[in-house]
């Protein structure tokens, strides 16, 4: 499967932004997806998650509250809503995709086989 993320852009403190991570090649409906990012100079880290089901979704503590994960299987796609940015969620955003069926440690970039190439998200002061 390949991944497209899409949506990145330059927004105010206090803003939204959607992005999305769009599946070809095959159907995302059997693969958990995640986002991760990536901030100038720092490690790629977890943000969010869903299950392939959409039964559960993960949040890393600094975008709980704020941040929402949604899949829709039918646009073969998974979206990360972001309300009430900050300047310190500037970064390059990566959709990532389990193998089919999998449901590993979604917090772990190891458990992801199919990567995006990453939107970037800038949110100024």
């Known amino acids: 499967v390949q991944l497209q993320a899409s949506g990145g852009g330059v927004v105010q403190a206090g803003g939204s932004l959607r992005l999305s991570c769009a599946a070809s090649?095959?159907?995302?409906?059997?693969?958990?997806v995640g986002w991760f990012r990536q901030a100038p100079e720092k490690q790629r880290v977890f943000v969010a998650a869903?299950?392939?089901?959409?039964?559960?979704?993960y949040y890393a503590d600094s975008v709980k509250g704020r941040f929402t994960i949604s899949r829709d299987n039918a646009k073969n796609t998974v979206y990360l809503q972001m309300n009430i940015l900050k300047p310190e969620d500037t970064a390059i955003y990566y959709c990532?995709?389990?193998?089919?069926?999998?449901?590993?440690?979604?917090?772990?970039?190891?458990?992801?086989?199919?990567w995006g190439q990453g939107t970037l998200v800038t949110v100024s002061s």
């Open positions: 990532a995709a389990m193998r089919r069926f999998a449901s590993g440690d979604y917090f772990v970039r190891g458990e992801y086989d199919y």
């Open positions: 090649g095959r159907t995302l409906s059997t693969q958990a």
């Open positions: 869903i299950s392939w089901s959409a039964s559960r979704q």
